[in-house]
């Protein structure tokens, strides 16, 4: 995978960078742009953590632990699936918002994993697509959205954008957004159908049936 330069070769160029924006722009602009420079990390640490695990298993054999702990680092998988279940979120009892959290994190490592092998295949000595940051823009008032292309070997370059809120830690991944389809979007649309036929409870079951029957 082409991704160019260290990670300590970005840090010193980010900061240098945002070194001479100081003396050029406002402090809001240099915020902004530091929160750019922040997030697109996030997003370049996050990809060269999942190609690192590709190279270290077939993507048929993945181990879903060693990839939600990727996940973990770079996503709030509470906050999305919080996002996601929407105004159900305040309905749910404890026991319904814990089972939830579990069964949603394994299901979405799953949904990752079945992405992989349609963007990047079952064959181990396949190279992996290349992966680029095109740019980041500010989003509302707390959201950064990164903007980046991958091109897998043997198909058509793919849009990809990544949504990332601030928080203490650090900027965090909260959407992915395929050639303009948001993850976000479709889970909340796809678990609303859910929720109106069978409540909290219903969604829980089928959440359980999914992520042990997978298709």
Request: hydrophobic share 45%; charged share 20%; no cysteine.
């Given at each position: 995978?082409?991704?160019?330069?260290?990670?300590?070769?970005?840090?010193?160029?980010?900061?240098g960078?945002?070194?001479l924006?100081?003396?050029?722009?406002?402090?809001?602009?240099?915020?902004?742009?530091a929160?750019?420079?922040?997030?697109?990390?996030?997003?370049?640490?996050?990809?060269?953590?999942?190609?690192?695990?590709?190279?270290?298993?077939?993507?048929?054999?993945?181990?879903?632990?060693?990839?939600?702990a990727?996940?973990?680092?770079?996503?709030?998988?509470?906050?999305?699936?919080r996002?996601?279940?929407?105004r159900?979120w305040?309905?749910?009892?404890?026991?319904?918002?814990?089972?939830?959290?579990?069964?949603f994190?394994?299901?979405?490592?799953?949904?990752f994993?079945q992405?992989?092998?349609?963007?990047?295949?079952?064959?181990?000595?396949?190279?992996?697509?290349a992966?680029?940051?095109?740019?980041?823009?500010?989003?509302?008032n707390?959201d950064?959205l990164?903007?980046?292309?991958?091109?897998?070997?043997?198909s058509?370059?793919?849009?990809?954008?990544?949504r990332?809120?601030?928080?203490?830690g650090?900027?965090?991944?909260?959407d992915?957004?395929?050639e303009?389809?948001?993850l976000?979007?479709?889970q909340?649309?796809?678990?609303?159908?859910?929720?109106?036929r069978?409540?909290?409870d219903?969604?829980?079951?089928?959440?359980?049936?999914?992520?042990?029957?997978p298709?």
């Open positions: 995978m082409a991704f160019g330069g260290t990670s300590l070769d970005r840090r010193s160029l980010i900061a960078s945002l070194g924006l100081g003396l050029l722009l406002p402090a809001r602009a240099v915020r902004a742009a929160a750019a420079a922040s997030a697109e990390e996030v997003v370049q640490r996050l990809v060269d953590q999942v190609w690192q695990v590709l190279a270290e298993q077939d993507v048929g054999e993945i181990d879903q632990q060693n990839l939600l990727v996940l973990e680092e770079g996503t709030d998988l509470t906050l999305l699936g996002l996601v279940l929407g159900y305040r309905q749910a009892n404890p026991r319904q918002r814990t089972t939830y959290l579990r069964l994190r394994r299901y979405m490592v799953q949904t994993v992405r992989l092998r349609q963007y990047v295949g079952n064959d181990p000595d396949q190279p992996g697509p992966f680029q940051v095109v740019a980041s823009r500010p989003v509302g707390r950064v990164v903007q980046s292309r991958v091109l897998p070997p043997s058509q370059p793919l849009r990809v954008d990544w990332l809120r601030e928080r203490p650090g900027p965090v991944i909260i992915l957004i395929i303009g389809i948001s976000l979007v479709t909340r649309s796809e678990f609303a159908a859910v929720l109106e069978g409540g909290v219903g969604l829980l079951t089928e959440l359980h049936a999914r992520i042990t029957q298709t």
